[in-house]
């Protein structure tokens, strides 16, 4: 693989990650969010917090998913298996 193709691939990685750790705060985020919302009975604090909750899960989801492919990849590179 050459020096550019390493180099691509562990930006990409690092862009992935970063998303990832913004999609996990985000879930932490609209968790604080409805918790405070119920505490207040504000009912659009509640709605916003899970919409906010439910979306940095999904984020986070989608790009572990994405970061498990790509190390079971490596690993497979390694093992000699692919």
């Given at each position: 693989?050459?020096?550019?193709?390493t180099h691509a691939e562990a930006g990409k990685a690092m862009i992935e990650t970063t998303?990832?750790?913004?999609?996990?705060?985000?879930?932490?985020?609209?968790?604080?969010?409805?918790?405070?919302?119920?505490?207040?009975?504000?009912?659009?604090?509640?709605?916003?917090?899970?919409?906010?909750?439910?979306?940095?899960?999904?984020?986070?989801?989608?790009?572990?998913?994405?970061?498990?492919?790509?190390?079971?990849?490596?690993?497979?590179?390694?093992?000699?298996?692919?």
């Open positions: 693989m050459s020096d550019i193709q998303v990832a750790a913004a999609g996990s705060k985000a879930t932490y985020t609209g968790a604080g969010m409805t918790l405070s919302g119920w505490l207040l009975s504000s009912e659009f604090a509640v709605l916003a917090g899970l919409v906010l909750g439910v979306a940095g899960f999904l984020v986070n989801w989608y790009y572990k998913h994405k970061a498990d492919k790509r190390m079971q990849r490596e690993h497979e590179a390694r093992m000699g298996l692919y």
